[in-house]
Nanobody
């Protein structure tokens, strides 16, 4: 069973830092893009950051210069380092991965983590 397990959320004061982790496990042949999304109450889920296998990254304008996404392809793990956090960063953060399963036949997959709460107090 393919799954993404997240950790690292919590409560932090404005200006503080948090580091989110997400590890993919299961019958995985390869993972293409990995990313982090977030969803605040009453809002749509939005892309925060994404990273390709070669390390190319993409960030939402609202987090550029404050957040850094990284990954370890050998460990199927992605991290999100969040610095200079603001109250408007408060949301549930979801890990996402696209790839191919190690099954016969091969299948494409798009998986989501269970979400981790990040709360930034002012």
């Amino acid at each position: 069973q393919l799954q993404l397990v997240e950790s690292g959320g919590g409560l932090v004061q404005a200006g503080g830092s948090l580091r989110l982790s997400c590890a993919a496990s299961g019958s995985i042949f390869s993972i293409n893009a990995m990313g982090w999304y977030r969803q605040a109450p009453g809002e749509q889920r939005e892309l925060v950051a994404a990273i390709a296998p070669g390390g190319t990254t993409n960030y939402a304008d609202s987090v550029k210069g404050r957040f850094t996404i990284s990954r370890d392809n050998a460990k199927n793990t992605v991290w999100l380092q969040m610095n200079s956090l603001k109250p408007e960063d408060t949301a549930v953060y979801y890990c996402n991965a696209d790839g191919v399963t190690a099954t016969t036949p091969l299948r494409f997959f798009r998986a989501w983590g269970q979400g981790t709460q990040v709360t930034v107090s002012s």
